[in-house]
């Protein structure tokens, strides 16, 4: 099991070095909330921020989500565990960051929580992957012999649907939406700015909460995510009313995967799936 | 408003459009109402605004710029938005031709504080698109009965450039009359321009008006503002005698809506007009 | 006038509230439960701690529709959209989430122009209040006590609810509510130990203790307006912000709303929907300027709006402190640690 605790002290020591040394002027990690179980996204600024630094089980965030916004050439540590790496790969891919500008600071985990429900978090909503892909520093033990499964296996359900009960389910789903939009602020790859449903002209849903509003919104958003969701599941983790966003995620990078050949954020040296062209692609994309 | 229900807007008519500079972006809209009890319910002062509706692209606040002693009908000067963010109201409006309708929520805010103003000398300050509801004032105060209950009045009104002057022809006439001093500037002058050159900070300066019982009304531009204020002060004007109207994003109107606080204030419905010495008692978040 | 239903019964109360009117009442959904319009009275579920969104959509809906109209007519032709007078039934409302409806009034239906539709909708309500279950442990977020507010204060209420054991004791608090009691055919009367129960309830309420933070109103308005220019603690306690809408849409007392045009195949409607004042085009202005283009400064203003600017403007603050908004944060914000360290400032 993963020793919480110990990376904990690691993420201290390391931050407190970068920092100390200049190396970095933010160290983007976890910090305290209003108690244990509510840590918050943190970004230390100077040595003395260090002590507000820790790490457990209800540390999901995707620290990535907060690399766009500061001005380019900031030098900036990040923590980052499995999807969270590959976020930051994927934001490479895109020219949104350079790595030189990064330090990552890997943690291999493996039972992190759901605060709400308690549950462990795996590949059910995220990745599954246990180890930061990509990292300059290790701050815990890779986690190995762990059964493989598959990200893609809690798809089998909704697959097994025929389209009219799809559509049906994602209807449902959708008029539950308030349109707080925590999903695409929550997002790593969600920058746009600004984003399409912000604009008046074109204008290009209601702004009301309700379909076919919902509908448009929700859809275009998981378009766009199409070859650049790295399913950290921070999306679904944010509703404030569950709807399962993770569940398309899920299937269009299934979908790229199969047509394409290629995971999102798994290299710096790919390019993001859709922009780039190779004459071997699939045509399928054109049926 | 129908039922009285504030978030309606009552029906008008197109009377009158009236290009008002070079560059075609601006224009004074005269409407009529479609309802006599609409007319008669409009009662407004000087400094208020409406929210001018069109079904399909929504609502604009826009100052009034006619005075209330013109009857039958009232005028809004509108600029086309739309450089920077795509404006949908104000560019349907300006598409539209005479004899078409729309709506009208109103009259909203508080006004230029007509009663305050009374018995003193009014200098009234106004820089570019920023002149339409003083335009309403001045005219107020020259309205044949009204003028008397106030003491000499001072325009100072510039713009970029001649062609960017709002309403030439009543300019004209008010630099006849020996009632009124009316002082015109722009930034730069043209070939035909023969009036003066220079920034509306400076002409003020020049022109030094009295700071005795005298009230300063200025709207303008952010940069107008913030180098005219200083003259002000310099001229003894105290924060309780400067007025000026603020802008913020509104919906409502009616302060409702949440969107146009500055502080616990909402610009709508306590605005738009402050003096300085109650922004100062706002943060600045506006 | 007390009387009681077993719990296991409560479909059937639910099915005449039914009869007389619109029946809003908690329902079990995935994440939790909400307050929906009830078709079958079955789907009551009065096994819940709170509503993940405040029950203020009874009264400010999350859309409320003002005027249908086709492109192309004129104005006149354009159809208002009446607000339904059927009388509404409110039912299960924690104590704090009805005390929201007070401060709420203020704004909506006393200050200035009256909100036709927050009135009607107000009028057409009578509101079942529903004590926590004291037996149940208190979430962490919640911090209700320091505005005042206990876990089972019948104030506000038509009729207030207390379970016992197995059943229900529902007790009228104002005429409006007698009324409604005495109609209610499914009900019996309550016993005497039920009645002893309720009144034992009411007082052990005070002692269902929520976090507490000694907040004096004035104070507090006072010490938010002084530190608005201390960029580095709004800065610091925005930092995780994302700046989504979810903490405004499920407060009770978030009552900024948008006016939009929303127009499909040559129809539209104008309507209000919900906005929040942490979007970032919420103050953005046609001409380009925008006042509050950073996340600290739109975290500043949700915190002063409810606990400085309404007390300014209002004389109370605008927040019960049900703790929703803790609990929607995708990042764990949480406004009782942010108006606890502006106190220390």
New interface residues.
Partial sequence: MTDFKKIEENLKKEAKRLLESGEVTVVLAY?K???E???????AKSVADVDNIVFNEYCN?NMA?YLVRYPQGTKIAIAVKAADSRAVIQLIQEEKIKKENLVLLGIPVIGMKNP?TDEVIDSKTTCGMHNPVLYDVLLGEEVHGQKIVSPYDVLAEYEAMDKDARWQFWKDQFD?C?????C???CPMCYC??CFI?Q??PKWA?????S??NIMYHLTRFHHLAGRCIDCG?CS??C???IPLYLFHKKVAKECEEMFNQVSGMSIEDKPVLVNFRVEDSDKILE | MSDNNPYIPMPVQIAKITNEVDTNDIKTFRFTFLNKEDEEKFKYTPGQFGELSIYGKGESPIGIASSPTELGYVEFTVQRAGTI??G?VTAALHDLDEGAQIGLRGPLGNSWPIEFLENKNIVVVGGGFAFTTLRSLINYMLYKDNRKRFGEITVVYGARNPGLLLYKDELAEWEKRDDIKTIITVDKGNETWKGREGFVPAVCKDTAPSPKDAVAVICGPPIMIKFTLPVFFELGFSKENILTSLEMRMKCGIGKCGRCNVGSQYVCKDGPVFSLAELDQLPRDF | MLKKTAIEKISQLAAVLMEKGTLLAPVK???GH?FAEINDPQKVDLNFYNT??SPKGAFFP??EDFIKYKIGKTITEAEQIKVDSKPVFLFGVRPCDVKSFSIMDIHFNAAGIIDPYWSQRRKATTIFGYAYDLNQPVD??DFYNSLGIYAADPEGSDIFMVKKDKDLLLKGITPKGEELLAQLNTLVDAGKDDEKYYEETLKKGKEYKTRFLCIDQDVIAKKLEAVFNNNDFWTKVS??C?????C???CPNCYCF?I?D?T?FGKG?R?R??D?CM???FTLEASGHNPRTQVYQRLRQKINHKYSYHVKKYGVISCVGCGRC?R?C?????I??IVEEALKL
């Fill in positions: 910090g909330g209003f108690d179980k509510h840590p918050m996204p943190f970004a965030y989500r709400k539950k308030i349109r707080c939009y925590a695409r602020k929550a700015d600004p912000d008046n002209k209601d702004k009301a909460p309700q076919p509003g921070e983790r944010a404030p009313v569950d | 963010v795509p949908l | 959904e995935v994440a909400n993940i969104i999350p859309k962490a977020a930092s995780a994302l700046s989504c809408g979810a405004t849409f499920v948008d939009c929303d499909i409607t309507r929907v919900w929040a979007f970032t085009d803790t929607s995708p990042v764990n914000i949480d009782y640690s």
